[in-house]
């Protein structure tokens, strides 16, 4: 669970870095009232295929940067 702004703004940065990718499809859904960012998921896309064209995510407490890859949360589910 993740508070909206961190969501938000994770699901936009990976957005951003695949945007111009052919091979790869995200599809978001936002809240008809509010215009927030809801639920995201692939199509037709495997996370595994898409983590070699991410960064590791970064979060700084205080002075100190903790740098989590992308495979740690970015995982693949079958139904």
């Known amino acids: ?13 990976i957005a951003k870095k695949v945007k111009d990718d052919l091979t790869v499809s995200l599809v978001c859904t936002r809240d008809e009232k509010t ?6 998921y692939f199509n037709n896309t495997r996370c ?12 700084i407490f205080g002075s100190v940067v903790y740098e989590i890859k992308i495979e740690a949360f970015l995982k693949d589910v079958n139904n």
Request: aromatic share 10%; proline share 6%; hydrophobic share 35%.
């Open 1 to 13: 669970m993740l508070p909206y702004k961190i969501y938000d703004g994770l699901l936009s940065s």
């Open 35 to 40: 215009n927030e960012l809801g639920a995201c």
């Open 48 to 59: 595994e295929d898409i983590t070699n064209k991410l960064e590791p995510m970064k979060f």
